[in-house]
């Protein structure tokens, strides 16, 4: 029997799941300990295998990891100092940014601080032109005073950025072999290893969120893979990315920034895994965890990729108040609020809530660990909606005075009582997530209307019934294994790597040697990089495509090519595909206007995972477990709990009902019912 075993860590939970070859999971859930991630980490680790009662040495198939590692080091500020390098002139780049105002007419609007300081940036006299031609090179006596700098200024890392060096990289290269020689203990990286691409704050800004992170990821995968090999894991890990794929932790470690989104980039997987296995070509993925909730569209079963997105913002749901990363990522929106985010009044005396929250520590008030503020997690508690006593299946008692102490100060300022209150909070969270969901599918000019709910996370299925009436879902699925459905994503993801590379050019005049010499560095450095996570050359599978624009235009549109263009140089075909996904956003196609390319791309992919979930046959319905009295939709209302796991296949529930699990709960409103399918999903519908 083969086993492999995947572990996500989220804000407030650790999910980890065991598989064996015949699709049985062994799963657990405990929390995230900030301290040190790889304790809570090997705490789940060792509960799942005893669960299962096997040995570390038994889990022979892959060992798959997302983590929150990078973005607690960005958002915490807890990186080792850092330095940037510039060419000669352009010290400011991070500070001036793009002179974009995400409030135009706010005069305090406020930035995050730029990772790099201005006493660490130096910068060098050296010059690329944007065609690639080298104009000046650095001399090597300006070499040699960096290096004294740097040496002086007690920098760990260092992110060289060099103007149009993603159309020549040969300044940086020669400055880091020198840097690397000098100072071998300084962690290094070059813009145009990071983001080759045009616009140069963006670029600059990535380089640097990856040179910040590094001394803080490379160790702690280092420690990573000793460690579990010291435990008896045959295989070293494989990391999750941010654009949905899985690569060694060497390439991942030099890599951080693409390691931002793992652990919501899983969870997108996981849904498009479903989506092939019940046949369903259009859906909504909505992820709520204890921190907050993500919302994906999953388009012809495969989800959308953006290549821009930003961390560390000022105003969490504000474009343009965070640090820009230019790499590929699945495109998802954070919406409203988790299971920790904290209820407050604000200078109107409304209702808020989040975007604070509670996290692990000291988490939620009835979590008893020190949280006075009411969150959505108390609001469920105190709605009938959770049971205290079954919390994590009774091995995390709830504080429910803890948790009516807290509301019952909310509520005086409210002047309402604790139940209108948490109802208040329920509702506020649903409607903050729905109005968030239509404007994320409106901007990519989808039609969310009709679409099924993929509901997961620890809390998505208390809240899936309401935000899908809101946004007139079809149904809400609720998958087997939800609340640890990100960390299931990671063991159906292929191994897979995105690279990309600017190189301005129009589409009827494109120098197709030059396309075929970068195409095939990036097809070279994607090879290399899979054969490290154990990708044969004969397994890997290419996809092209480009960032394009009609000439004149600022902002690019993704487009995904039918075949390699390097073998037929299709300019129409590569035409007509922009034209249609132009069209599908704006409505029109200026066609009188050239198109030109502005950034290529290659996505790489391993062989698919082989894995399908068993179906189950139909059995005896299972009777309901008891009943409680639920305030959630209408005062002491009797309401029947079902255990999920004596639900038959093809049993049809009324509600209202509440489903229980170890690890979450599904609430069925009035109106509601819902079936059992043969995968052991929960559909459920409005009537």
């Not at 940086?172 to 813009?191: G, K």
């Not at 809530?353 to 020190?370: D, F």
């Not at 604790?418 to 404007?439: D, F, K, L």
């Not at 299972?622 to 296949?649: G, I």
Request: net charge negative; proline share 6%; with cysteine.
């Amino acid at each position: 029997m083969t086993y492999s075993l995947a572990v996500d860590i989220g804000g407030t939970f650790t999910d980890i799941v065991l598989r064996n070859d015949a699709g049985a999971l062994t799963v657990d859930k405990t929390l995230t300990t900030h301290h040190d991630l790889l304790e809570g980490f090997f705490h789940g680790v060792h509960s799942v295998l005893s669960k299962a009662a096997i040995d570390a040495n038994n889990v022979d198939g892959v060992v798959v990891h997302a983590t929150t590692v990078v973005t607690n080091a960005l958002i915490e500020r807890k990186g080792q100092p850092t330095a940037m390098v510039t060419t000669e002139g352009f010290r400011d780049v991070l500070f001036i940014r793009n002179e974009h105002r995400y409030e135009m007419y706010d005069p305090q609007i406020e930035f995050p601080e730029p990772l790099v300081p201005q006493e660490l940036t130096f910068s060098i006299a050296e010059r690329t032109l944007a065609d690639g031609q080298i104009l000046a090179k650095p001399a090597e006596k300006d070499i040699a005073s960096l290096v004294s700098q740097l040496k002086a200024s007690g920098a760990k890392a260092v992110a060289i950025c060099f103007l149009n060096s993603f159309a020549n990289p040969e300044n940086e290269r020669q400055v880091a072999a020198a840097l690397r020689q000098a100072l071998p203990d300084l962690f290094i990286c070059t813009s145009s290893d990071v983001a080759p691409q045009i616009r140069e704050y963006p670029r600059a800004s990535t380089t640097t969120v990856n040179a910040y992170t590094m001394p803080i990821s490379q160790p702690y995968l280092k420690r990573l893979s000793e460690r579990l090999e010291t435990e008896g894991f045959a295989n070293t890990p494989l990391i999750m990315l941010s654009s949905g794929g899985v690569v060694g932790a060497e390439t991942a470690g030099r890599n951080p920034v693409r390691m931002i989104e793992s652990g919501p980039a899983a969870g997108a997987l996981a849904a498009c895994h479903y989506a092939e296995l019940l046949k369903i070509d259009r859906l909504m993925s909505f992820d709520m965890g204890g921190t907050t909730a993500k919302a994906c569209l999953i388009e012809n079963r495969v989800p959308l990729v953006t290549g821009l997105f930003e961390v560390d913002r000022r105003y969490r749901f504000k474009d343009g108040s965070g640090l820009p990363v230019t790499v590929p990522s699945i495109d998802m929106i954070e919406i409203g609020a988790g299971g920790g985010s904290i209820a407050h009044v604000d200078d109107l005396g409304l209702l808020k809530v989040g975007p604070e929250s509670a996290g692990s520590m000291p988490g939620p008030a009835c979590y008893g660990r020190g949280g006075t503020n009411p969150t959505v997690t108390d609001a469920d508690l105190m709605l009938g909606l959770i049971d205290a006593d079954n919390f994590l299946g009774g091995d995390m008692k709830l504080d429910s005075p803890a948790m009516r102490k807290a509301f019952d100060r909310l509520a005086g300022e409210l002047k309402l009582s604790p139940v209108e209150a948490a109802r208040g909070i329920y509702r506020v969270v649903t409607e903050a997530m729905a109005s968030a969901a239509r404007a994320h599918a409106t901007d990519r000019g989808i039609d969310y209307r009709g679409l099924p709910l993929f509901a997961f996370g620890g809390a998505g299925p208390l809240h899936a019934c309401g935000v899908a009436a809101l946004l007139q879902s079809a149904s809400v699925i609720v998958p087997p294994q939800s609340s640890v459905l990100s960390a299931f994503g990671t063991l159906v993801t292929p191994v897979r790597l995105d690279l990309v590379r600017s190189d301005l050019g129009r589409l009827n005049d494109l120098d197709w040697k030059r396309v075929n010499h970068i195409l095939g560095e990036l097809t070279k450095e994607a090879t290399e990089a899979l054969a490290e996570a154990g990708c044969t050359p004969q397994d890997v599978r290419f996809e092209f495509g480009a960032d394009m624009r009609y000439v004149g235009q600022q902002h690019e549109v993704p487009v995904t090519f039918e075949a390699d263009p390097r073998s037929n140089h299709d300019i129409s075909g590569i035409a007509n595909r922009f034209e249609t996904a132009y069209r599908t956003l704006y409505g029109v196609t200026p066609s009188h206007v050239g198109i030109e390319i502005v950034t290529w791309r290659v996505t790489a992919r391993g062989p698919l995972v082989p894995f399908k979930a068993p179906a189950n046959a139909a059995g005896k319905a299972a009777a309901p477990k008891r009943h409680r009295t639920v305030h959630a939709w209408e005062d002491n209302q009797q309401v029947a709990v079902y255990a999920r796991a004596d639900l038959a296949v093809g049993q049809k529930i009324e509600g209202p009902a509440i489903i229980e699990e170890r690890e979450t709960t599904t609430a069925l409103p009035p109106g509601w019912s819902a079936v059992i399918d043969s995968y052991g999903c929960i559909v459920a519908t409005k009537g």
